[in-house]
């Protein structure tokens, strides 16, 4: 056989225009112009001193932005389902018990995941666009007496956010570790996890953050740091946050190779986190609560519908919107996309068919924006009645 032939053609790669769209789904936003000059910054070793500050700056920024002083910070590689695995997979033992207290598809996810590794995996499900009051989860862990609780604090596919002052002191009580995602929450909306006594927690870039998927912050509580230095299971190599806190350098003293960082992502992670710092987390959650709040009263004048009724129950970066009978949702997102230039997400999991979904989040977090969506909103719903309905 000859060596120096190919058989497989080389394919054409042709680059196409287009037009790029204001991303106001429920994730990714657009991203700030600093990132973007950031992850072309230079690429870095893995074991060189460069390196090793700018994780140590990420370690100092997440901590702010998970308000949490613990010291197992640190970013997996990989979307934010790397954050849900890892948490999973680290601090439930096969055969252990995982309650999910369920309102989306999130965290079903969370439920597959977990039935995969062996945890004995209970589902608690609340109706539709509502949130669970601390009485109904306090009467789960009575009946269910679960290792760990699994909620997001804001959940994308239906637009709710979970109230969790409370919960980590009645979870503690039962022995039962607490676990959140705050994948669409954090930055967006108040997030404590010292004073909540939140157990472990991870989140995204993609979303309030305002940077690109790719790279998970994850954070866990001495509580949970010591389920994970006394158990028998080993999680997968990936994922193990043994290896990786020495990797990151979590307690000062290690500094190993557990696997190839990507530096552009760093490099992202830690300009993301500049621009909260700049801005402080308290302006960022009242900049989107003003934001939303505008949107909502331009919303209120169409014929449209919020999904979420009560309102502290309404996730302030994503609002579920229920179009008026008739509407076709692909139709209704296409057309945004395709005359406005903007992306709204149509349904997903148990929102499909039921409502569409708008983001307004980190650096797209704007009253301006809020008024481009609005009138967008309005000319479609004209527009879809006239010619397609
Ligand atoms: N949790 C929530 C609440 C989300 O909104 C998403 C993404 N839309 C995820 C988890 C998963 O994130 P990723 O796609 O970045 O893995």
Known sequence: MSLDKTTIPAPTIVDREFVKPLLCGAGPSDVWPSVVKAYSKPVLSPICDEQFKVLDDIRAGLQYVFQTNSNLVLAMSGSAHTGMEALISNLIAPNEILLVASRGIWDQRAADMASRYG??????????????????????????????????HGDSSTGTIQNLEGLGQI?????????????????????????????????????????????????????????????????????????????????????????????????????????????????????????????????????LQFLVPKLEDRLVTVTTIVLPKGYDHKKFVSHLREKHHIMILAGLGPTIGIAVRVGLMGVNSTITNADIVADALTKTLKALTKSSL
Not at 126 to 142: D, G, H, R, V, W
Not at 216 to 236: L, T, Y
Not at 260 to 284: D, F, G, H
């Open 119 to 152: 945890i004995r995996t209970i589902v608690s499900k609340i109706t539709l666009n509502k949130t669970f009051s601390l009485e109904q989860l306090e009467a789960l862990l009575t009946k269910h007496k679960p290792h760990a609780l699994f909620i997001t």
């Open 171 to 303: 979870c503690h009580k039962y022995g039962t570790l607490l676990l959140v995602d705050t994948v669409v929450s954090l930055i967006g909306a108040p997030f404590f996890m010292d004073k909540w006594e939140i157990d472990a927690v991870y989140t995204s870039t993609q979303k309030a953050m305002s940077g690109p998927a790719g790279i998970s912050p994850v954070a866990f509580s001495p509580r949970a740091e010591a389920k994970i230095n006394n158990r028998k299971h080993k999680p997968p190599f990936y994922f193990d946050i043994t290896l990786l806190a020495q990797q990151w350098n979590c307690y000062g003293d290690t500094r190993s190779y557990h696997h190839t960082l990507s530096p552009p992502l760093l490099w992202a992670l830690r300009e993301c986190l500049k621009e909260v710092i700049k801005e402080t987390l308290p302006v960022s959650w009242a900049r989107h609560t003003a934001t939303t709040a505008h949107f909502h009263r331009r919303l209120k004048e169409l014929p």
